[in-house]
């Protein structure tokens, strides 16, 4: 995607979102990220910065300042909000917000109340059991296949 900056008689300037992310990206330090940025059109121009990090307060200010020192020159005015991450409470949150929104999660919750109208709790019970045992039998298939094509030893060799 590719934010409106200016017009000019010769054409309009567009910053590529994806760019100036990867961009910010490269100046934060390992533990911040960039989550989000947006772009206001003008002269006056505002980058919207939505940053997390794990880091100290005083950290993230010094984040703020370089990217304010070296945003400021290109021409556009920083704005920086620090969003709520690395916290346990706020990761929980944000896994089960993901968990939720998945077409996967309601397709399995959907399969598992009609098998449970449909064949009981034993029958349930013996699905779930038999899936499971299967999906560790298929993991150990893989793998040994896998090794073997790697040319590493068998899983099953003796020494």
Known sequence: ????????????????????????????????????????????????????SNDAAEECCKIEERLTSIIVPLGLSVQVIWADRGTPGAELCETLASVHQSPWTWMLVTVLLALRIMAGWKGLFWTIFWGTAAWFFSKFAISAITRKKMGFPSLLARR
Do not use: Q
Not at 21 to 36: D, G, I, P, W
């Open 1 to 52: 995607m590719y934010f409106l900056w200016k017009r000019t008689p010769h054409g309009s300037i567009r910053v590529s979102c994806d760019g100036f992310s990867e961009f910010v990206n490269s100046v934060l330090s390992r533990k911040a990220t960039c989550r989000s940025l947006s772009l206001t059109e003008g002269e006056n121009a505002v980058m919207t910065l939505v940053l997390s």
